[in-house]
């Protein structure tokens, strides 16, 4: 008879997201990636939007995505986890032992994923939205991390809004700074950009 107990060793950096996540419903991390992942992943994303394999983003799901500028202006590009390169194993590598360590303590059934690089050109903004489509409640939370250079400063503009019923909470995109959100909760919105900004967005889901 033997009995199995998988010990999952406590991770400080994920306990505080956690708390921050029961607590305020989103949580802001500047090391949940390491300095070389974010450089590994910045020097990816600028080479893919190079070879111009960006879209422009859309609203809206499936047959009913549209292109409106004055809602949002980003250009994308989707990850594939099934792609071997470098950036995109570091990054999910890390996001896989996020989703690992939250399934085993917090019960989320996280199951899925979907992330996209995400570029917004000067002048573009996404306008205040909820990441949640109608009749489609899958997405549980939305993750953001930045991949701006080092010197980001507050006039470039670009800061995520988060809306609380008792404060807006602004967030800059200082690079490796990574933000999670309950998707299903928390209106938000990018303020508009005087610099290209750079991110990859994405979102933990159940089935
Ligand atoms: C999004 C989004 C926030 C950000 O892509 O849905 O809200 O800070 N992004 O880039
Ligand atoms: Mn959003």
């Known amino acids: ?19 921050d996540l029961l607590e305020n ?4 991390c500047d090391t949940f990636f390491s300095e070389e992942a974010v450089q590994i992943m910045r020097a990816e994303l600028e080479n893919k939007f190079e070879t111009s394999e960006f879209k422009k983003s859309a609203i809206g799901q499936n047959s009913d995505e549209i292109i409106k500028d004055e809602i949002r202006g980003d250009y994308i590009f989707w990850l594939n986890e ?13 996001i896989n032992d996020f989703v690992a360590y939250i399934n085993a303590t917090c019960y989320l059934g996280i199951s899925n994923k979907e992330f996209h690089y995400a570029i917004y050109p000067e002048g573009t903004f996404y306008k205040r939205h ?11 939370l939305s993750i ?64």
Request: net charge negative.
């Open 144 to 207: 953001v991390c930045y991949l701006n250079d080092e010197n980001w400063q507050p006039e470039f503009g670009g800061e995520l809004v988060i809306y609380k019923p008792e404060e807006d909470i602004k967030i800059y995109p200082l690079k490796g700074r990574v933000v999670i959100f309950e998707s299903q909760i928390l209106e938000h919105e990018v303020k508009p950009v005087q610099r290209k900004r750079f991110s990859i967005t994405g979102w933990l889901k159940t089935s």
């Open 25 to 28: 419903q989103y949580a802001v």
């Open 82 to 94: 099934e792609d071997k390169n470098e950036a995109s194993e570091t990054f999910f590598n890390q």
């Open 1 to 19: 008879f033997a009995l199995n107990i998988i010990a999952m060793e406590l991770n400080p950096l994920y306990e505080t997201i956690i708390t």
């Open 130 to 140: 909820l990441d949640v489509f109608k009749n489609d409640t899958r997405r549980k």
